[in-house]
């Protein structure tokens, strides 16, 4: 598994005026990684007894030793959005969060990376 980032200027723009595409690539070479006490879920569905809404995250990252687990999903919204975005990833997933801790006894944590479409984040 590895995570790249990296920016490129938008081709037809003056050295005044230029823009940057941001983007991160993750790259998995299977959906779910194991090693050790961490298991790595990419784009897979959490199933829990009860049902849940929203409970397909970008990445699901279980560490069995730490009794923890991290769930991150990723937008690109428009700049005024970002941190309104921010705001509903954490409570989209405040559910499935619920059903982990009930479930597997991990402590849950809903990391959203949020990178507004010029490149802004929040302080978050």
Known sequence: ??????????????????????HIIIIMSKPVYEEGDVTVLWNQAVH???EVTS??????????????????????PADRNVVQK????????KSLCIE???IWNLECT????????????TRN
């Open 86 to 93: 921010e705001a509903e990833k954490k409570l989209k997933y």
């Open 55 to 76: 409970n397909r995250p970008d990445i699901v990252i279980k560490n069995k030793k730490e009794k923890t687990c991290t769930l991150i999903d990723v937008a690109i």
């Open 100 to 102: 982990i801790l009930r």
């Open 48 to 50: 829990t007894n009860r």
């Open 110 to 121: 809903v990391v959203p990376v949020i990178i507004g479409a010029t490149g802004i984040v």
């Open 1 to 22: 598994m590895g995570i790249t980032a990296g920016s490129r200027e938008v081709p037809g723009r003056n050295a005044c005026d230029r823009r940057h595409t941001y």
